[in-house]
């Protein structure tokens, strides 16, 4: 089955961009995924294909218009998730991005200006989500985030089935650090247990480290991770939704 990205966007011209290239563009080529980019303004209907207007009751800027935007939305609703990235949403986790990436797609609403027309939020079936506490200039960005972390997800993308296994996020902790060739650099070492060649070693270092980090970098996951731990019955850790 492909997984069928379908972007609603002023700039049908950013897509697929970066996602063209590396492991997502390989996967496109193979077929592996598509990318609809779609021009919410081929919505409009008067002559100069108008798509915001000003802010009720005043204010800088403008606002994406309910009833063009719903008509963009309404031409391509197929039952696909519909998700509109908004610094209002909720926050992107692993987990929802997991989600997403288990079934057939997505349609992906990009904001512009001073966002949407809350009802198009109150009329359609709509995900509100953010990549994160911060403005970017469209939606476009987060969604090219939001796409590149589903489709590395898919099956024969990254390759073996497990190489996202340990990475930060998937069990609630960011991923320990890691080291390669040369031994030695400028006076810094691997450290010596990764060149002992003791898989068990190994393991409890690497989780150690994922755990001091994880305390110390994002106590947030750190807190989460401990309640998570401390409500499982039998003790033992369980994959969370945690923020990214």
Same mark, same amino acid.
Request: charge should be positive; proline fraction near 4%.
């Given at each position: 089955m492909t997984f069928r990205a379908t972007i609603l966007t002023l700039y049908p011209a950013m897509f697929p961009g970066p996602? =063209?290239?590396?492991?997502?563009? +390989?996967? #496109? *080529?193979?077929?592996?995924? %598509?990318c609809e980019p779609v021009? $919410? /303004?081929? %919505?409009?209907?008067? !002559?100069?294909?108008?798509?915001? =207007?000003?802010p009720? =009751?005043?204010?800088?800027?403008m606002v994406l218009r309910a009833d063009v935007t719903a008509a963009a939305l309404d031409a391509v609703a197929d039952g696909r998730p519909v998700?509109? &990235?908004?610094? /209002? =949403?909720?926050?992107?986790?692993? @987990?929802?991005?997991r989600g997403i990436a288990a079934g057939a797609g997505a349609i992906v609403l990009c904001g512009r200006f001073e966002g949407f027309d809350e009802r198009l939020f109150?009329?359609? !079936? $709509?995900?509100?989500?953010s990549i994160g506490d911060y403005i970017l200039s469209g939606g476009e960005a987060a969604a090219l985030?939001?796409?590149? @972390?589903?489709?590395?997800?898919?099956?024969?993308? &990254?390759?073996?089935? %497990?190489s996202g296994d340990d990475e930060s996020f998937e069990t609630g902790l960011l991923e320990y650090p890691h080291y390669t060739r040369p031994v030695e650099w400028e006076g810094r070492t691997i450290p010596q247990v990764l060149r002992s060649g003791?898989?068990? +070693? $190994?393991?409890?270092?690497?989780?150690?480290?994922?755990?001091?980090?994880?305390? #110390? !970098? !994002?106590? *947030?996951?750190w807190e989460r991770h401990e309640g998570a +731990?401390? +409500?499982?019955p039998s003790g033992a850790r369980r994959d969370k939704d945690e923020t990214t």
């Open positions: 996602l =063209g290239l590396s492991l997502a563009g +390989r996967a #496109l *080529d193979e077929g592996r995924w %598509s021009d $919410i /303004r081929a %919505s409009a209907t008067d !002559r100069h294909h108008t798509v915001d =207007g000003t009720a =009751g005043g204010g800088a800027g998700l509109a &990235m908004t610094p /209002r =949403g909720t926050p992107l986790t692993q @987990a929802r991005v109150e009329a359609r !079936r $709509i995900e509100q989500v985030v939001l796409l590149d @972390a589903c489709v590395r997800l898919l099956p024969g993308v &990254m390759g073996a089935a %497990s003791d898989h068990a +070693r $190994i393991a409890a270092w690497r989780q150690a480290t994922a755990e001091t980090d994880t305390r #110390l !970098r !994002r106590p *947030d996951l +731990r401390v +409500r499982s």
